[in-house]
């Protein structure tokens, strides 16, 4: 079974330019989430998408969405982006039956912001 | 709001040894469970292992075993004959039922290196 695949896995943007993740699950899981890892703020949740809908959000301010399709692919996107967006940006996907089910998490997807 | 904290940012063990990596945590729900990931250096996010907050039996997973003191809000990971490949950043997380949604909030992690 293929786990979880991001795309690209680098990224380098220049400040005020937007840029969009791309997050295929495992195949059969529904629920996508996405994290960012950062070295001073460790690993923060953004949102959480559950058959095309967005269950939960973390706080992050309205630059950062996201959006899961029809075959539960996501893709989150940053619009206007800063220096500290700089971060790995992480995709888990789960079956989606509750707490206690594992998240498979992808290799992640390294911005760097200029 | 749930926090999860790691108190130890860096440990070594020597190859073999044993480890004990500690996890405190804040909750009011009733329903919920812990994990521990490890990260390696290839940046993926692994399960090590999994405790349901109403299961008193701390689990176990091969060298692998947690100390789950609910009273406490302690969760503690303890590795036996470590190995090189138990290298990487561990990180403590929680989810928790009343989220409505699937999400795990995780503590800061703690680098654990391996020395031969």
């Known amino acids: 079974k293929a786990g979880v695949t991001q795309t690209p896995r680098y990224l380098i943007k220049t400040r005020g330019q937007q840029v969009t993740l791309s997050c295929s699950p495992i195949?059969?899981?529904?629920?996508v989430s996405w994290y960012q890892q950062t070295p001073g703020q460790g690993l923060q949740f953004l949102f959480e998408y559950f058959s095309e809908t967005q269950r939960n959000k973390g706080n992050f301010p309205g630059r950062f969405s996201g959006r899961q399709f029809s075959n539960s692919r996501s893709e989150m996107n940053v619009s206007t982006l800063e220096l500290g967006d700089s971060a790995l940006y992480l995709c888990?996907?789960?079956?989606?039956?509750?707490?206690?089910?594992?998240?498979?998490f992808g290799q992640g997807t390294r911005l760097t912001v200029v | 709001a749930q926090t999860v904290t790691q108190s130890q940012p860096e440990m070594s063990v020597q190859e073999a040894e044993t480890v004990t990596l500690s996890c405190t945590y804040d909750?009011?729900?009733?329903?919920?469970?812990l994990f521990w990931y490890k990260q390696p250096p290839s940046r993926q996010m692994i399960l090590v292992i999994r405790?349901?907050?109403?299961?008193?039996q701390n689990a176990t997973e091969n060298r692998f075993s947690v100390n789950f003191q609910k009273a406490a809000k302690s969760f503690s990971l303890k590795i036996s004959d470590s190995q090189l490949g138990d290298t990487a950043m561990y990180f403590c997380?929680?989810?928790?039922?009343?989220?409505?949604?699937?999400?795990?909030?995780f503590g800061k992690g703690t680098k654990l290196s391996v020395i031969p």
């Open positions: 909750t009011s729900e009733n329903n919920y469970y």
């Open positions: 997380a929680l989810a928790y039922s009343g989220a409505g949604s699937y999400q795990l909030t």
């Open positions: 405790q349901e907050a109403y299961k008193q």
């Open positions: 888990a996907s789960s079956p989606g039956t509750g707490p206690g089910t594992e998240a498979f």
């Open positions: 195949s059969g899981h529904r629920s």
